[in-house]
């Protein structure tokens, strides 16, 4: 792992978050993008090296909505960037966590990304990602 890649915050409403962490960061939004696979929208907003990625649910029984009704709006993820997801897939596994998936998926933004249980990791949903070339 070499740094946070991003920070995902699970919404209800883009177009109330988007304008809000508009104001916060003090920088547009330079991304939306549907994930087909997760069934999410998202917005990135990029400030410095640091990324904060808004997910909001395009289903109401998906996994974001599930997450909101569970623990209301909020942080839902950290994001690592991985140089090889593969390869830090299966040290993930020999050190006996849990992988969502078992092979990497399409994510946003161009990536490839692989989420760890979060029941073996402190309740924090990890996300490994990496960027396609
Ligand atoms: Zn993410």
Do not use: W
Not at 25 to 37: D, F, H, P, Q, W
Not at 38 to 43: D, Q, S
């Amino acid at each position: 792992m070499r740094k946070i890649e991003h920070i995902g915050i699970a919404v209800k409403d883009f177009t109330i978050s988007v304008p809000l962490f508009e104001k916060i960061l003090n920088t547009a939004c330079y991304k939306k993008e549907i994930v087909e696979s997760e069934n999410v929208n998202t917005a990135f907003f990029q400030k410095g090296e640091t990324k904060i990625e808004l997910l909001e649910s395009i289903e109401a029984d998906g996994v974001i909505s599930k997450f909101i009704e569970k623990k209301g709006e909020g942080i839902h993820h950290i994001a690592f960037d991985v140089e090889d997801i593969e390869a830090e897939m299966l040290r993930m596994k020999s050190e006996g966590f849990v992988l969502l998936n078992e092979k990497p998926k399409q994510g946003a933004d161009n990536k490839l990304v692989c989420f760890l249980h979060p029941k073996v990791t402190n309740g924090v949903l990890i996300e490994l990602c990496q960027e396609i070339k």
